[in-house]
T-cell receptor, first 109, second 114 residues
Framework: GQNIDQPTEMTATEGAIVQINCTYQTSGFNGLFWYQQHAGEAPTFLSYNVLDGLEEKGRFSSFLSRSKGYSYLLLKELQMKDSASYLCAALDSNYQLIWGAGTKLIIKP | SQTIHQWPATLVQPVGSPLSLECTVEGTSNPNLYWYRQAAGRGLQLLFYSVGIGQISSEVPQNLSASRPQDRQFILSSKKLLLSDSGFYLC?????????????FGEGSRLTVL
């Protein structure tokens, strides 16, 4: 079956760095996506990786290893507004998104 | 620019009552349209998707249905709600053509069935 695993909850300190991991098992693979979702709101797109390596976008970076079925989202210089859930999703061979349950990130002052 | 809007934002319905959620997209043509449901602590569950007017694909057997009467309008309906239908419903779109993963979501509709 198809599956996405990510931690349920993480806590970090304002100004620090946090890495949210995601492992996936899908029928075929056409890319890995990260979305941010604030409580009570809709998800918003953060990043897309289809090739191995690190993609940097400001304070956020996303990494992919296709051979390991593994990705992570790296958030630097954490701000209170980064408190949200982070959703990992993989695009399978049928171009359907398989979603993880999300990682709730709590930022403490 | 493209915008997506869905309504109502919040509703509380009794078991057995009907449901209608509506979603419209502006600023693009022939979008792929999606209805997702998000239960607490769960990943997004794809309910329906549509690649064109009148073309609906159902991903999960249930008492819900979807319709696309116009290019940029997508409606989620039920004739009789169940308790298990409670959740956060999200409409989303992507550019037409092959499915992609970069989805643009509406504001969401929170449904509570009592």
């Amino acid at each position: 079956g198809q599956n996405i695993d990510q931690p349920t909850e993480m806590t970090a300190t304002e100004g620090a760095i946090v890495q949210i991991n995601c492992t996936y098992q899908t029928s075929g693979f056409n890319g890995l996506f990260w979305y941010q979702q604030h409580a009570g709101e809709a998800p918003t797109f953060l990043s897309y990786n289809v090739l191995d390596g690190l993609e940097e976008k400001g304070r956020f970076s996303s990494f992919l290893s296709r051979s390991k079925g593994y990705s992570y989202l790296l958030l630097k210089e954490l701000q209170m507004k980064d408190s949200a859930s982070y959703l990992c999703a993989a695009l399978d061979s049928n171009y359907q998104l398989i979603w993880g349950a999300g990682t709730k990130l709590i930022i403490k002052p | 620019s493209q915008t997506i809007h869905q309504w109502p934002a919040t509703l509380v319905q009794p078991v057995g009552s009907p449901l209608s959620l509506e979603c419209t997209v502006e600023g693009t043509s022939n979008p792929n349209l999606y209805w997702y449901r998000q239960a607490a602590g769960r990943g997004l569950q794809l309910l329906f998707y549509s690649v064109g007017i009148g073309q609906i694909s159902s991903e999960v057997p249930q008492n819900l249905s979807a319709s696309r009467p116009q290019d940029r309008q997508f409606i989620l309906s039920s004739k009789k709600l169940l308790l298990s239908d409670s959740g956060f419903y999200l409409c989303a779109w992507t550019s037409g053509g092959a499915h992609t993963g970069e989805l643009f979501f509406g504001e969401g509709s929170r449904l509570t069935v009592l």
